[in-house]
């Protein structure tokens, strides 16, 4: 999948985090070259609508063919950066010709429904295409429970083909 751009879009607010590194792992396993935009290092320029780094990342997410979108999960949901960023993109059409993969990060279970009822139909509403299940992962486990690489065995082939055969316009 080289010739086809993966983005990492990472929410948390705390630079470097395991949100970051799962997101990163998971992009590796479905291709080699990968972009990370992690939201934290915007501060306040994302109410800036103006700014200029924000508007490129922005333009990379929306040029993206296969997004990773991964937040920790903040009060059962999604954290507000990632809501803030997600806001710049028009509803419908914003995201349309991405593949998106939402990934939650969380310290129990019983958020595991929280990025496939929460963070998935943002993304779908903002036109991306979801063809395979979210992912949800403990965040002290992930690295070695083997959650993810079993998510990859069951998926990576679905999500590789709906970037394969994806419109762009």
Not at 50 to 74: G, M, N, R, Y
Not at 102 to 122: C, D, R, S
Request: glycine share 10%.
């Amino acid at each position: 999948m080289s010739d086809d751009r993966i983005v990492a879009l990472i929410g948390n607010p705390k630079p470097a985090s395991r949100t970051r590194d799962a997101a990163e792992r998971l992009a590796r396993g479905l291709g080699e070259e990968i972009s990370v935009i992690e939201l934290s290092q915007f501060g306040a320029a994302l109410l800036d609508w103006t700014d200029a780094e924000v508007q490129a990342a922005v333009d990379t997410v929306a040029k993206a063919d296969l997004l990773i979108v991964a937040s920790p999960t903040f009060k059962a949901t999604y954290t507000g950066l990632l809501k803030l960023f997600l806001e710049r993109f028009p509803g419908q059409n914003g995201l349309a010709g991405v593949v998106g993969v939402p990934v939650m990060l969380g310290a129990a279970p019983m958020h595991a429904m929280a990025p496939e009822t929460h963070l998935k139909p943002l993304l779908v509403e903002l036109g991306a295409s979801c063809p395979a299940p979210s992912l949800y992962l403990i965040d002290s486990t992930y690295g070695t429970d083997g959650s993810l690489e079993s998510w990859l065995k069951s998926w990576r082939a679905v999500v590789l083909r709906g970037v394969g055969g994806r419109e762009r316009s």
